[in-house]
């Protein structure tokens, strides 16, 4: 399971540029690293100097690092506008799904069936199923999907702006909420719901909606996890950007997240100029206020630069700034400690011993439970799920799930594959 890195802070600080140059300094030093952007702003694209797409894009010049810009209303399944369309057929008081008023085929549920249906329409509208924000839900559910891929090492995330963040990370809290009610509806509605869309499919959405669900509590437990996941506020030497910062580490706090870091981005360059020294010696005392109301957080700075910072190479030179030299990381699971000024705890998320006998696989999936780990494979390919989602785990030969030893111990999951016959 890969390292989740998230960047936020108020629009126009420099989120983009000092996240994409943590992610080209994390693959210079080694590490297999997506960076993902859920700005649709296409900021990233623009940083980069490198068009990339809603599937990670290999990034040229930076051998190791792949880029992602999500396009949640892509991402749309046929999942929600079924349950929207099963709630409306609720809803109607007329046809098949005539329950408005309880005729139809509400004649088929008993006197209590009736009553707690009832109950949970009016807890349950077309409009919550459609949730404001499901857009962001969706692209927290794709982030997670890349976050739980232990092909990865890093995940670096350039959120959107701080309010839009915000209110992603809440949204564990509302899917939860929302993905129970549904669950209680299709419960109490199992017949109604065959009939509906035919019993294969109505199983086949309570099926995919209970991974979802459990996805969602998954990430509420990465996101709290300070050893898979950190925050980072980037802001900027003046008094709106240091009280937005302070408010936004508040409400992270309250959501259990962990923040490691603080990047003032454009400091002004001391200079033998009276209006410049005035204006620098303003914005330190800002960054000095700034580690009084952040006392448990790494407050560092970066001086503006005399150019626009865009391409491969002006981002590295941000990146020497915050993290120094890139140093190879060790081919261990770890943790490696990476950076200078500003500093991140790595973990691997695969890594692989061979010796004459045997393959040992090590997969880093901290925080999971047993039950939501899955193997098969499918004409010598290995297949390692969780929650339902799988990924292909590479091997040097063929190989059948059932010749795979697989021990979970701890945070580690070591899958052994036998090179010789027995």
Known sequence: MARLLLFGGKGGVGKTTTSTATAIHLADCGLKVLLVSSDPAHSTSDSLNVEIGTEPTPIPGVEGLYGL??????????????????????????GLGGLGGLGGLGMMLDPSAKDELNDIKSDV?????ILPGLDEALAFDELLKHVEDPNWDVIVFDTAPTGHTLRFLSLPEIIEA???RLLRLMRVSGGIRSMLFGRKESEEMKVELERFRNRVLH?????SDDQLTSFTLVTIPEKMGVNETQRAYQSLIEYQLPVSSCIVNRVTPEFDHPFLQKRRTAELSRISELGQMLPDVKVS??????????????LRLVANKLYGDAISVEDSLGPHEVGETVKHSIHRGMTREISEDEEQIFLHFPGIKREELSLRSDEGVLFVGLNGREREISTSIPVKASQVGAKLEGDILRLSIPLKKG
């Open 219 to 223: 990430v509420r437990r990465v996101l």
């Open 178 to 180: 929302w993905s129970g």
């Open 125 to 129: 509208k077309t409009s919550e199923m």
């Open 301 to 314: 700075s970066i001086e503006l630069l005399d150019e626009e910072v865009v391409g491969i190479e002006k």
């Open 69 to 94: 810009e999500m396009d949640p209303e892509a991402k749309l399944s046929s999942l929600l506008p079924k349950l929207g369309n099963m709630v409306d057929g609720m809803n109607s008081g007329n």
